[in-house]
């Protein structure tokens, strides 16, 4: 769904609440934590934005209405109001079509993704540092392959709106032959870092990737997908954050992680291209 399409239904649902709700604008306004001057402007026609997460978290509470059917991604309201775990564990099956990972990356669709990967970006990786790393993981090579296809597609949308940020030194870690990459051949080695370079190039500024110092900051793997979740991986599994507060200190987190950032995502791709060039070239 375009973001227009997406803060046009959300508008008008926001409408039907006010409506339903018995209550002016100034007490609506209060009950969910905004004043009424940000309530009117969420409610004009001319909006196309989207409010803070919390504040769209904090609507679909005080009206027990599910966050699905707020921005338009369902038709069922949940109006039992159904509490989810603050903290879930989740293990991802089969093929990636069916993982909980598309999922969330469908249901996130028109909104910002934050991405710290645990190794090179799974959408910027060749066909054979996915096999190489599927043999190093004992993961199915069409899983991986697969997860690579879907996000690579995801990118492509008009609404997608993705930023990843990772420390410089694995992609200088990579290019050197060094840690798990230590039997990747180097001809593959300089041909992934020139694939990555050339993605990134196709997919900005859909997909922004930015480099920070690891020697500096710290940061394990995760995603935050919009205002919904986000999820720590751990190893096979997920650590899946529903509440709002959690949420908003990863999204500070990452922010952080942006702000320190020593190559901006412009300037990511041109990276990427010296290092196939001089780290293994010293090689």
């Known amino acids: 769904m375009d973001k227009r399409d997406l803060s046009g239904v959300f508008r008008e ?37 989207l409010p803070r997460a919390e504040t769209l978290m904090t609507i679909a509470a005080e009206h027990k209405v599910s966050l699905d059917w707020l921005l338009g991604l369902s038709q069922d309201e949940g109006l039992t109001g159904e509490i989810r775990e603050s903290l879930e564990i989740e293990e991802g099956p089969g093929g990636f079509d069916r993982t909980l990972l598309a999922k969330w990356h469908s249901e996130a669709a028109g909104t910002k993704i934050r991405y710290v990967p645990a190794g090179i970006p799974d959408l910027l990786r060749t066909d054979a540092l996915v096999e190489y790393e599927a043999d190093i993981s004992n993961r199915s090579r069409q899983t991986q392959a697969g997860e690579t296809q879907y996000r690579i597609d995801y990118s492509r949308r008009p609404e997608t709106d993705m930023e990843v940020c990772m420390p410089r030194h694995t992609l200088e870690i990579f290019a050197r032959g060094m840690g798990i990459w230590d039997r990747f051949p180097e001809r593959e080695r300089r041909e992934q870092l020139h694939h990555m370079a050339d993605l990134m190039e196709d997919l900005y500024p859909t997909f922004r990737l930015f480099l920070y110092d690891g020697r500096l900051r710290y940061s394990v793997p995760y995603t935050i997908f919009g205002p919904y979740r986000a999820a720590i991986y751990v190893g096979d599994m997920y650590m899946v954050l529903n509440a709002t507060q959690p949420i908003r200190t990863l999204t500070r987190h990452f922010d952080n992680l942006i702000r320190s950032a020593e190559i901006n995502a412009h300037e990511s791709a041109g990276f990427a291209r010296r290092l196939a060039e001089t780290e293994l070239a010293l090689a």
């Not at 926001?14 to 002016?24: A, E, F, I, V």
């Open 13 to 49: 649902r926001l409408k039907t609440l006010l409506q339903r709700s018995g209550q002016n604008q100034s007490a609506f306004a209060a009950s969910v934590g905004i004043d009424r001057s940000a309530l009117s402007q969420l409610l004009s026609d001319e909006a196309t934005r």
